[in-house]
């Protein structure tokens, strides 16, 4: 998964990879010729007094470490280039997967591992091509370069080499592999802590109101304690693992020193070789720990490199049909025909057999409890759900086999939890049309009665909405809601409740401009008051997901017991007050 990932993403940046490994391999060899180089001018120059050489071979090594750091600092730059590049695309695929998604989609996930998976996810892979850029060639390279040019030095101490690298091998190796699980459970803690966290922050307002502060914070404690603890052991053998790879290394130097020192001694070797084996040793040592360092990269990577894999790889449940239907007229008929209906993973539907029609011009009203299965109604028509038996029909054409851009063309919903997003007003209200002008966004203000509220804004137009739309007042969010509705000027509006926060004046006001502009669209509202649909050319009573009644406010007063219960608890409340 990881793999197949990698090599889709970084496909495009072949050439930077190739150029980290002309540089990488360049770079490695350079450094691998100057100890060599180093040793030749202790040994044969400075110990015969050869000036001339002295200088000549130094010239040499100054070259080559000129180019060993120049070469370097290419391979790094176009390795950070690539790896960046991997992580951006990545992102930007997740991200453009997450937007297709439908509602179900999303809620298979969870929202905050899709962003654990976009973010914290996408950067552990790009670490890895990082590090693997940098490290894959040189490491190797270095690490048999390394001990071919320590044997040429001197064979009788490659026992040493022998000794002190598997010894490093199997010491890092165990501490990486203790580490490993602790890497992926600690993964696991991230998405939960953003999980609690984000919870927390959108629900502050409830937590406060109930004050479970103490209880959320200790929710808060456990998860952060677990991710501390994970951390804590993580650092514990961490902090094993420099001192072990330090005293490997100082064993090692001091056994060259001991040995080689005894070679010298005894004329067998000479000092530049010695220096030059113990650099060699050194290397090699210093590649076996990258290589060790980069494996334990890969464990946690994967992992990461999974998660990732599963949002790319889901086909959204909802897409385009292929070949899209185009509806002969853009009247915005709207036909539910026995439509039946259950959210995925439900055994029993919210909707049964529901039936009904609404032509332009006419405005059908949807009354029911709550849990009846009203915005679960309206949802069906955007598509945001696909149904189990029935059919929904838009101008005549199953909104199945039509284009979500069409639907969306003709039908605006102001949804019963309004949503605003961060910026200004003005940008959330062109949100459907962008092309909107002033004067459109005005009039749409006007009709919403919001205009007077955006007036008193300082900024007019340009003030800032918080995300989510929490910085202005319940009734002003569901008024610039409806507000953006009115200015894709559809062919069907749906109403879910969306004048529940306005006090019964502004309701009236409300509806009677709205009428004119709806005059000749087709209306489907979701109402709690009875006042608010009592003009309504139909109205359905909709009770555990069917319709159990149907007809204007008059013929139900008469026929139907559930709306003549509902009408007689409203009435009763407004006598109280
Ligand atoms: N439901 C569900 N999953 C959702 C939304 C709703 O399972 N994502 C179920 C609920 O159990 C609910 C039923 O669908 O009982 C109907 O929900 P809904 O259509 O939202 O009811 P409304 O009639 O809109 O209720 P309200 O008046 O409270 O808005
Ligand atoms: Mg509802």
Request: glycine share 8%.
């Amino acid at each position: 998964m990881l793999l197949t990932l990698i090599r889709r993403y970084s496909k495009p940046y072949m050439p930077y990879i190739v150029a980290v490994v002309v540089f990488q391999l360049a770079s490695t060899i350079a450094a691998l010729y100057l100890p060599s180089l180093n040793a030749q001018i202790i040994d044969e120059g400075v110990s015969r007094g050869d000036t001339d050489f002295i200088w000549r071979t130094g010239s040499v090594m100054l070259l080559v470490a000129i180019v060993q750091v120049g070469t370097a600092i290419a391979g790094v730059y176009y390795g950070s280039k690539t790896a960046m590049a991997v992580g951006r695309d990545l992102r930007r695929g997740v991200f453009r997967k997450v937007t297709s998604f439908s509602a179900k989609d999303v809620n298979r996930f969870g929202a905050p591992t899709l962003i654990t998976r976009g973010t914290n996810d996408v950067q552990q892979v790009q670490m890895l091509v990082l590090m693997g850029l940098n490290f894959m060639v040189a490491t190797p390279i270095m690490c048999i370069g390394g001990i071919i040019m320590a044997l040429r030095e001197d064979i009788s101490l490659s026992w040493l080499v022998w000794v002190s690298v598997p010894v490093l091998f199997v010491v890092v190796g165990y501490l990486v592999v203790r580490l490993m699980p602790l890497f992926r459970s600690m993964q696991k803690k991230i998405d939960r802590i953003n999980a609690v966290l984000r919870e927390q922050i959108i629900g502050i307002r409830v937590v406060r109101a109930f004050v479970r502060e103490p209880y959320e914070t200790d929710r808060f404690g456990v998860a952060n304690k677990d991710l501390t603890d994970v951390s804590l052991k993580i650092g514990a053998l961490f902090v094993l693992m420099f001192p072990a790879i330090g005293m490997i290394l100082h064993l090692s130097t001091a056994a060259v020193l001991w040995f080689g020192g005894q070679r010298v001694d005894s004329g067998e070797m000479q000092v530049g070789s010695l220096t030059a084996f113990l650099q060699y040793l050194l290397q090699i040592l210093m590649a076996v720990m990258m290589g060790t360092f980069m494996a334990m990269m890969i464990p946690r990577a994967s992992v990461c490199g999974d998660r990732i894999g599963e949002v790319l790889d889901v086909e959204p449940s909802i897409h385009d049909p292929e070949r899209p239907e185009t509806p002969a007229t853009v009247a915005g008929v709207v036909e539910y025909r026995n439509v039946t209906f259950a959210y995925p993973g439900a055994e029993t539907p919210v909707l049964s057999n529901v039936s009904f029609t609404a032509r332009p011009g006419e405005t059908v009203a949807i009354i029911g409890s709550t849990g009846a299965g009203k915005t679960s109604l309206l949802a069906l028509l955007p598509r945001l759900y696909d149904i189990a038996e029935g059919e929904v029909l838009l101008d005549g054409v199953s909104v199945s086999n039509l284009d979500r851009a069409e639907i969306t063309k003709r039908v605006a919903l102001v949804p019963q939890r309004p949503y605003l997003f961060s910026g200004t007003i003005e940008h959330n209200l062109r949100f459907g049309k962008t092309e909107a002008t002033d004067q459109e966004l005005w009039d749409a203000l006007q009709i919403a009665q919001g205009g007077d509220f955006v007036r008193e804004k300082k900024n007019g137009l340009n003030a800032r909405i918080a995300q989510g739309g929490t910085n202005v007042s319940g009734g002003q969010r569901q008024r610039l809601c409806i507000a953006r509705a009115l200015i894709t000027k559809p062919k069907v509006y749906l109403f879910d409740d969306s004048f529940s926060a306005l006090d019964v004046a502004t309701d009236a006001r409300l509806r009677a401009a709205l009428k004119q502009t709806t005059a000749d669209a087709t209306v489907i509202i979701v109402a709690q008051r009875i006042s608010t649909i009592t003009d309504a050319d139909q109205i359905l009573v909709l009770d555990n997901g069917r319709i159990v009644d149907r007809g204007t406010h008059e013929e139900l007063l008469e026929t139907s017991p559930t709306y003549q219960e509902i009408v007689e608890s409203q009435l009763s409340v407004e006598e109280m007050a």
